[in-house]
């Protein structure tokens, strides 16, 4: 019996399971794949709903002064306000996206890299790729498989963020809509994707997990980065655009923007293809 469930068989018979695998083994490998990564869903949903949910309770200690800390904000610099996104604290959404929303994606985004990393070049150093490229499973599958439970996983933890940060809302009495709530996970899945798409390329390129995290999580720095200082120096605006936190807006404030949403996932999405045509070309250290 195989790691997927699948029972070793000869000649015809092998060639017949490889001509199933399409259809019988890319559910099974996405369950799977699900399962294991469970743990790491509860742990990720629950820390980061929690620090969202205190939050919104912290909001609660100075909503009846608000109106004196937008005052004391005009103190500072306009820069530094629209580089943290901070217009009117007076505002739970305003307040929300400049607290959480705005930093969230930049932490979250690490779970997918990690997940993707340790698809392809994690299993070869842990020496376990050869018994899954020993299934009746193509190549493309793992690629396509884990990417679809990363996908899933990542949209379970933001379901979990969402819900305690709803939770919370309603129990301190703050007006808090759970329509801005939803948009605002939500948005962060395309984003967060992207960088564990371009893991998973990294991953099918490099034989080492170390690199197939160390180059995302760089590129992901470097855009939050360069999308910050654009927001506060004229020099580097015109280089926003090149950054994805660019793309990715305040939809807890103004919903989501479907074409920036659909832009992102396209680009999530051709990666993955890109790390199918390496990892198909690629040799196996085992």
Do not use: K
């Amino acid at each position: 019996m195989s790691v997927l469930g699948l029972r070793g068989t000869g000649g015809r018979g092998r060639h017949a399971a490889r001509r199933a695998a399409p259809l019988a083994t890319l559910p099974a490998l996405v369950l799977q794949t699900v399962r294991l990564q469970s743990r790491g869903v509860l742990i990720w949903g629950a820390a980061l709903g929690l620090y969202s949910a205190a939050i919104v309770a912290s909001y609660t200690t100075f909503s009846g002064s608000a109106e004196q800390m937008n005052q004391l904000l005009d103190a500072y610099p306009e820069g530094m306000l629209e580089a943290f996104g901070i217009t009117d604290l007076a505002d739970v959404e305003n307040y929300m996206n400049s607290q959480v929303f705005l930093l969230a994606p930049l932490a979250l985004a690490f779970f997918p890299i990690l997940a993707a990393a340790g698809t392809i070049a994690g299993a070869e150093e842990r020496g376990t790729i050869d018994v899954l490229l020993g299934n009746p499973v193509p190549r493309w599958q793992l690629v396509v498989g884990s990417f679809v439970s990363i996908s899933l996983s990542l949209l379970a933890i933001l379901t979990l963020m969402g819900a305690l940060t709803q939770v919370a809302a309603v129990l301190m009495d703050v007006d808090l809509s759970p329509a801005s709530t939803a948009a605002a996970v939500l948005n962060m899945w395309p984003l967060c994707l992207l960088f564990g798409a371009a893991a998973m390329l990294c991953s099918a390129v490099f034989h080492r997990r170390a690199l197939a995290i160390a180059i995302p999580a760089a590129g992901l720095f470097a855009m939050y980065l360069l999308n910050t200082l654009g927001r506060v120096s004229e020099d580097l605006e015109d280089l926003q655009p090149a950054s994805a936190f660019y793309y990715h807006g305040s939809a807890i404030e103004d919903g989501i923007d479907w074409t920036n949403f659909a832009g992102l996932t396209l680009a999530a999405l051709a990666l993955v293809v890109l790390a199918v045509l390496a990892f198909r070309r690629r040799d196996i250290y085992t």
